[in-house]
């Protein structure tokens, strides 16, 4: 299929779809202990277990975590099959509700957002390449949802073509829509017995021309510090201010070494969050980097200034807990770099020549590649992601779907 006839097939279907997803609220939550994490999830996900049935799926379920699942028949086992996969959560760092989805013909400039705000062509420079393209952004009230709804769209219109058209041959297909991908939870639970897909896509990606195969190796880091209290007009040498500690240990981090000073395959440390008074105090790093070796290093200098710090203030004053989150898929990917080459040819088919580029954070197919399921990444034609200035392109998910049928129909 190429760009001109993905186009035209897919322009309405695939916008038609994805407007009517992302006015359905779905951001998940990190402050809860259940899965999902929001029960709203769940409203999505019934829709799209209906929709799964409707378009022939051999079999498909939604379980008790949210996720829903569909398997269809084709040429070939189930060692033949393709998998794709995306999120139904979006991000809890801005409102979901109400979206408001504008349609617009961008003609250059800033795309003025009816509560006063703007997506600034300054801040954001990639909007020179949607001149003339169709864009749908939200009303600047709230997030849009392309991360991931715009990959849902995409693999639902994906599903339907094949529906519409028995005649086509193509290999067996999987699909799987996750639930907490947003908070690192989206893998944690996945159905390999129902997947029946040994090598998948997650569809969760941005601008269209890329493909992401290697992304950072992550943990997360708890910092408690603890102080000692007193009257402050009797403070001198006795009092240890457990806030001043902790700006004390932020302040000996890398000053360049941080999110708003890296790219590529940069890595970093991100003071996340941090709170407290004079007796205890206590703040999150993510520490995240690309290569293996550097990103062990990192940890380790988390735990050698810690121990330095305890040898200035007193043993006990500070304490740190890491815990890994995902690591690099790149390893995992190598060994089945099919998957990438089928994909760049499936993108070139369409008269798109993609780059591979890293990922400056995680998905589930870093995770799920490391639990025996190797799944690059694909784009979904959205950028500017988690906050009120995203939007995506009509153009690029129509033709991102026509590469999720090329890629299906590669037997």
Known sequence: MDKDKAIELFFDKVSEKFLRYVKIPTSSSENSNTHPSTEKQKVLSDLLLSELKKSGADEAIEDEYGCVYANFAGVGSDNDAIGFI???????SAPDYPVKPRVIKYGGGDIPLPNGDKISADVFPNLKNYIGKTLITSDGGTLLGADDKAGIAEIMTAVEYFRDN???????LSVCFSTDEEIG???DNFNFDFFKAKKAYTADGGPLGQIEYENFNAANAAINVRGVNIHPGDGKNKMKNAVLLACRFISSLPA???????????GFY????IKGNETSA?????IRDHDREKFEN????????TNFLNSVYGEGTFSAYIEDSYYNM???IEKNIDLVTDAVEAFEKIGVYPKAVPIRGGTDGAMLSYKGLPCPNLPTGGENFHGVHEFACVESMAQITGAIINITEKI
């Open 86 to 92: 995306s999120h139904v959560d979006t991000s809890p």
């Open 166 to 172: 028995p005649e086509i041959k193509r290999r067996p």
């Open 185 to 187: 939870c989206g893998a």
């Open 256 to 266: 360049a070494e941080t999110p708003s000073h890296t790219e590529g395959y940069e």
């Open 270 to 273: 991100h003071v996340e969050e």
């Open 282 to 286: 206590s703040f999150k790093i993510l």
């Open 298 to 305: 990192r940890k380790k200098f988390i735990l050698n200034l």
């Open 330 to 332: 790149r390893p995992i």
